[in-house]
């Protein structure tokens, strides 16, 4: 069984601020390659600008972490609201964030 996370995924191609996420991902078993969504990403082991891995196939920057308890996930700040993905959404609420109260809220 492939070992999984919940993480913070936003697309960076073009801008400082891209479409973003908060989504379960999945790891290649060395751990190197990060799968979501059919796309596969590698760290650019800190040479990216503004970004931490690239999608493979097209060559497109991300930044993608893990989400933090405060809700700033985003590498600016930013009053855009985050969806979540559905297979997430209670281990964000609950553990991440630890606000189970809003258990049923698809956006950050």
Known sequence: ???????YIE???GSLIGPARIGRVSF??????????GKAFQS???SGFKSNYFEIE????YWISGPHRDGA???YATNIATPIDEDA???????IRRDPERINQKVT
Not at 1 to 7: G, N
Request: charged share 40%.
């Open 73 to 75: 996930d985003s590498l």
């Open 28 to 37: 290649s078993k060395t751990g190197k390659t990060i799968y979501y969504q």
């Open 89 to 95: 959404r209670e281990e964000y609420w609950v553990e």
């Open 11 to 13: 697309c960076k191609a």
């Open 58 to 61: 097209s060559g497109d920057d």
């Open 44 to 46: 650019q082991k800190g």
């Open 1 to 7: 069984m492939k070992k999984t996370r919940v993480m």
